[in-house]
């Protein structure tokens, strides 16, 4: 019985960190989607020449992900893309 307890406790450890790498959720395409919906906090904004660059992050399972927004601005459209580096 024991053995099988120890069995069944080593299963669950392993699985456990297989999944600790995964990506957190977040969206390529909405920076408010990001922030409001996934929980991403805003780290800093950096401004240019009609653009706006976001830096991200969000803390999950002990690591720290890094979320950079690129925000265009043209005449009569917002264009948003967002990527994990």
Do not use: A, Q
């Amino acid at each position: 019985m024991k053995k099988i307890l120890n069995i069944i406790f080593l299963t669950f450890l392993l699985n456990s960190h297989s999944y600790g790498d995964e990506k957190p959720k977040f969206s390529s395409t909405s920076l408010n989607s990001n922030i409001i919906d996934f929980e991403w906090i805003v780290d800093d904004k950096r401004s240019l020449t009609e653009m706006d660059i976001y830096t991200l992050y969000k803390i999950s399972e002990r690591k720290e992900w890094i979320l950079v927004c690129r925000v265009d601005y043209s005449k009569s459209i917002i264009f948003t893309n967002c990527s994990i580096i």
